[in-house]
């Protein structure tokens, strides 16, 4: 066999492979991202209940609910669009009424960070892909 010949086979074979590896991780990623409407929850104080669900359209969270009591209500509830903070609702008290609405990110990080620094990192984000939250 000739030389030219021996390398197109061995660029061809490289070719076929890193098209499998790539597969292999395309397949990876999709699994990780939910169906359009699944919901997602993460347990937060690792007691067995979830503590954080967002609820998903298959690419960005549309919804976020916080228990940030642990009493297995949500308390705070985090509306986004296209993977951008629009709202959110705070019951301060937890009798099952809101008292605090925020429009302005801004202001609900500052609550978020002064009154329950631990949900941080699961409700303060500078997006909402689904892709980039880990549950
Ligand atoms: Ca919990
Ligand atoms: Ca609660």
Redesign the pocket.
């Known amino acids: 066999m000739k030389k030219e010949a021996s390398a197109a086979i061995i660029f061809l074979f490289v070719l076929f492979c890193l098209n499998i590896y790539s597969g292999y991780c395309q397949a990876q990623v999709t699994t990780a991202v939910p169906a359009k409407g699944e919901i997602k929850t993460f347990?937060?104080?690792?007691?067995?209940?979830?503590?954080v669900t967002y609820h998903t359209d298959g690419k960005y969270v549309t919804k976020a609910e916080a228990?940030t009591n642990?009493d297995g209500k949500p308390d705070v509830v985090v509306h986004t669009k296209d993977g951008k903070f629009e709202s959110a609702e705070v019951d301060t008290n937890h009798d099952g009424v809101t008292e605090k609405k925020f429009s302005d990110v801004k202001a609900f990080n500052e609550w978020l960070n002064e009154n329950n620094p631990d949900f941080n990192d699961h409700l303060n984000r500078p997006d909402w892909d689904i892709t980039l939250l880990k549950f």
């Open positions: 347990d937060l104080n690792k007691d067995g209940n979830p503590d228990d642990y």
